[in-house]
C-alpha cells in the first residue's frame, strides 16, 4: 500500500469513519481473499477461535460467522479508539467476546506505542521513531483459557510481537493436536521488537508445528532464508500446524 493510500485511509479512520468501515472491509475481502478461503476450509461450526490483534473486527466478524451459533470468537484489541469501533462494529453478534488487551507472554500491563499514520500499525515496543506510549492491559492465553478448553484456530497480527504471543499460549497449544495458527511473519518488526526471526521459528518448532506460507492464491513450503529483517516491504502470511504422526 502507498503512502498516499494510507494517508487518505487514515484520514477518512479519523474523520469519516461511516466510509472508511465498508471501505476497508471490501478491500480486506479483495486483498486476503486466499486466507479467507483456507479459514473456510479450515474453520467449523462450534470451534472456538481466538483473534489476536482484532483492530475494527473485520475478521472478527467473518469468523463468527464460520463458527455459527455455537462457536465463539475470542476478540483482543489493546488500542483504545480501535476498540471503540471493535465494541460499535459487533454489539449485535452474540458469539463474540470482547476483550481491550493486549496478548503476550505474561498478564500484567505494557506499553503501545501509537501509530498516527495508520490505525492498524500499533505496537507493542518501541520502533525508535519518536511514537507516543500508552499503557494498556496484556493477557497470556494460557492465563485466560482454563486449563482444558479446546481452542481451534488462533489468528495473530501484531506487528512484531508474535513470539510473546506463542509463549504465553504454550499450553493452550499443547492442548489441541489439531490446532491451526494464522501468523504474519515480518522480519523487520520482529527486529525492531529486539526478537530474532531464527527464534521465532525456534519456538514454533518446538512446538512441533510445521510451516506453510501463504503466496499468491496457494500454500508453499517456507522459507525464511527468503526474507531480509532490514526490508520492512518483506512479509507474509504463515499457516501453522501439528506435523503429521509417523
Known amino acids: 500500500m502507498n503512502t498516499t493510500i494510507i494517508s487518505i485511509a487514515n484520514l477518512l479512520y479519523r474523520y469519516c469513519y461511516p466510509l472508511y468501515y465498508p471501505i476497508y472491509r471490501v478491500w480486506k475481502s479483495c486483498s486476503d481473499r486466499t486466507e479467507r478461503a483456507l479459514l473456510r476450509e479450515l474453520v467449523r461450526p462450534g470451534m472456538t477461535i481466538v483473534d489476536v490483534g482484532a483492530n475494527i473486527g473485520v475478521y472478527t466478524r467473518f469468523l463468527s460467522g464460520l463458527v455459527g451459533s455455537r462457536g465463539i470468537v475470542h476478540a483482543f484489541e489493546p488500542a483504545p479508539a480501535n476498540y471503540h469501533r471493535l465494541r460499535e462494529n459487533l454489539r449485535n453478534v452474540a458469539n463474540v467476546q470482547l476483550n481491550h488487551a493486549a496478548v503476550g507472554e505474561r498478564s500484567g500491563a505494557i506499553k503501545l506505542f501509537m501509530s498516527d499514520e495508520l490505525n492498524v500499525d500499533h505496537r507493542t515496543f518501541d520502533s525508535g521513531d519518536g511514537r507516543r506510549a500508552i499503557s494498556v492491559p496484556v493477557m497470556s492465553l494460557d492465563q485466560y483459557f482454563p486449563s482444558g478448553t479446546r481452542v481451534d484456530l488462533i489468528k495473530i497480527d ?50 512441533d508445528l510445521e510451516i506453510q506460507m501463504i503466496r499468491g492464491a496457494a500454500l508453499h513450503n517456507f522459507d525464511g532464508a527468503q526474507f531480509d529483517p532490514q526490508d520492512a516491504r518483506q512479509y507474509c502470511n504463515l499457516i501453522l500446524s501439528r506435523r503429521p504422526r509417523p
Not at 495458527?181 to 525456534?202: H, N, R
Open 158 to 207: 501484531v506487528q512484531g510481537y508474535e513470539l510473546s504471543v506463542l509463549r504465553g499460549a504454550e499450553r493452550v497449544l499443547q492442548e489441541n493436536v489439531n490446532i491451526k495458527i494464522l501468523m504474519e511473519y515480518w522480519p523487520y518488526g520482529l527486529s525492531k521488537a529486539g526478537v530474532d526471526a531464527a527464534a521465532l521459528l525456534t519456538f514454533i518448532d518446538r512446538l
